[in-house]
């Protein structure tokens, strides 16, 4: 399977989660049984996070849901059992997966994943993830929250929590516009998988030993366009920019702190 880069499926769910909703805008009466949304594109997005190098390539867009009652299952948000269901807040039970991370350039289907610059350093294998997720507009702006730990330590084994919030800026006739921000925490295990190198690894590698402490990883700003062609066909857009923050800005694994993503395509909502 293809990994994406966190940047990147931060721009798929920003821009599949303007389409069909999320934990930011919960509907008063879920739909109930099949439904969601398919479509395609092309995207630019760093070869992982913190990479100098870029590159563009195809990406799926598929949000496929079934509904039953307080369960939901969907390909964006895995397995989730709405606890709570109101107009101003929105709290569920996660069940979802972490895609890992490649060593070295990957051909799949959509192109190449990974980068030769971490050859050595060891995939990091997919993990699933248990966690909460919700979000409170009590003050008239949702202010999202996301609270995931890994199930076991096969991938990154760590724990990892977001917040952030959306803005609609423009909703006239087909056209909506939105933005999005939010910063990343996490803890040292999660932290050492990703951004940090091991002694086995910097001996591999010409990367020095690193071991970056807990907290403070990274802020993401997004904007999304959605222009509706028909009840059922839009058009989409994201482009967001992704910082690494705190220690892990400091790892040699980092060559570039800021780097945009940019995503566009055309989807079928059912």
């Not at 350093?121 to 609270?147: C, D, H, Q, R």
Request: charged share 20%; with cysteine; net charge positive.
């Amino acid at each position: 399977m293809k990994s994406l880069s966190l940047p990147l499926s931060l721009a798929c769910s920003a821009l599949l989660l303007a389409v069909t909703g999320g934990v930011r805008a919960a509907e008063p009466a879920p739909t109930e049984g099949f439904h969601g949304f398919i479509g395609a594109g092309a995207a630019y997005s760093p070869t992982y996070v913190g990479a100098k190098e870029s590159r563009s390539h195809a990406v799926l867009l598929p949000d496929l849901r079934y509904r039953k009652g307080a369960f939901e299952a969907s390909t964006l948000g895995g397995l989730r059992y709405w606890a709570v269901e109101r107009p101003d807040f929105q709290f569920a039970l996660t069940l979802g997966a972490d895609a890992g991370r490649e060593d070295h350039k990957v051909k799949g289907f959509l192109g190449q994943s990974g980068s030769d610059r971490l050859r050595g350093m060891g995939k990091i294998k997919a993990s699933g993830e248990l966690g909460v997720a919700g979000s409170w507009s009590g003050l008239g702006l949702p202010l999202n929250f996301e609270l995931k730990t890994a199930l076991g330590k096969q991938g990154h084994g760590g724990t990892l929590a977001s917040f952030g919030s959306s803005l609609p800026l423009l909703a006239s006739g087909p056209l909506e516009l939105g933005a999005e921000v939010s910063l990343g925490f996490a803890d040292t295990r999660y932290l050492q998988s990703y951004y940090g190198v091991s002694a086995a690894q910097a001996a591999a590698t010409s990367f020095k030993e690193f071991h970056p402490k807990a907290g403070l990883y990274g802020a993401d700003l997004g904007l999304s366009a959605r222009y509706k062609l028909s009840d059922s066909m839009s058009l989409m857009a994201n482009a967001s920019y992704h910082r690494v923050l705190g220690d892990a800005a400091k790892s040699p694994l980092v060559e570039r702190k800021g780097a945009p993503t940019v995503l566009v395509g055309l989807g079928y909502t059912f």
